[in-house]
């Protein structure tokens, strides 16, 4: 069956180390993957979009890595701030056969500690 | 910034009512979609709208369920009798461009709430 699996729902980490969250998946071939921020009540913000050609994307403390070998993509916070505790949700997208819709994995809480 | 925005941010109604959930997408995009998100859950495709017509739709997406481009800038979602399990968070997500190319961007919800 497909699954979209992200690490533990929770990850508490202290101020200024890297946080690393991962999103793996089984029986997709997804095209693209994006995550996103979210924050309660709110909807999800876009953060960074990694094409299936693309093994690595950076932007400011955010890096994202997309493995379609081992179906896996990381997604780290460098120098991770109280500000950036929140739940972060990696997306497929492109799927064959899926048009354009994008499939949610449960998200991984994450905060960070002073 | 251009964002998307939804109207309104929490609609009450009582089962079997129709509710109607408004999105203004980004004004240049020309895909529209929506999600929804039930409480602790993930967020959950319905449909996506492309070209005054619906180009997917999933298995929740079912007959009491309907989209419409009024306008030339609105975008709203129906639900014709609603279920205690249509409670959710539903969400309005806009992209530039079509499969495999660009980032959906998505508004802030309207929590639905059937009593």
């Known amino acids: 069956s497909q699954k979209i699996e992200q690490n533990s729902e929770a990850l508490n980490i202290q101020e200024g180390k890297t946080a690393t969250l991962t999103c793996n998946y089984t029986?997709?071939?997804?095209?693209?993957l994006q995550w996103y921020r979210q924050d309660p009540g709110r909807g999800p913000v876009f953060l960074l979009l990694i094409r299936e050609n693309e093994k690595e994307k950076r932007k400011e403390r955010l890096k994202v890595t997309f493995d379609t070998t081992l179906k896996q993509s990381l997604f780290h916070i460098t120098a991770s701030q109280p500000a950036d505790s929140a739940t972060y949700l990696c997306a497929l997208g492109g799927v064959t056969g899926g048009g354009n819709k994008l499939t949610f994995g449960t998200g991984t809480q994450l905060k960070v500690e002073l | 910034e251009p964002e998307v925005t939804q109207t309104p941010s929490h609609q009450v109604t009582q089962m079997g009512q129709e509710v109607i959930l408004r999105c203004v997408p980004i004004s240049n995009h020309l895909y529209f979609y929506w999600y929804r998100q039930i409480l602790g859950q993930k967020v959950e495709f319905l449909v996506s709208?492309?070209?005054?017509?619906?180009?997917?739709k999933s298995e929740i997406f079912d007959d009491q369920f309907s989209v419409e481009r009024p306008d030339g800038s609105n975008f709203t979602l129906k639900i014709r009798s609603t279920k205690l399990e249509d409670s959710a968070m539903y969400f309005c997500?806009?992209?530039?461009?079509?499969?495999?190319?660009?980032?959906?961007?998505f508004g802030p919800g309207t929590r639905l709430t059937v009593l």
């Open positions: 997500a806009s992209s530039a461009r079509g499969p495999n190319t660009d980032t959906q961007y």
């Open positions: 709208f492309y070209n005054n017509e619906i180009s997917e």
């Open positions: 029986n997709y071939s997804p095209a693209y």
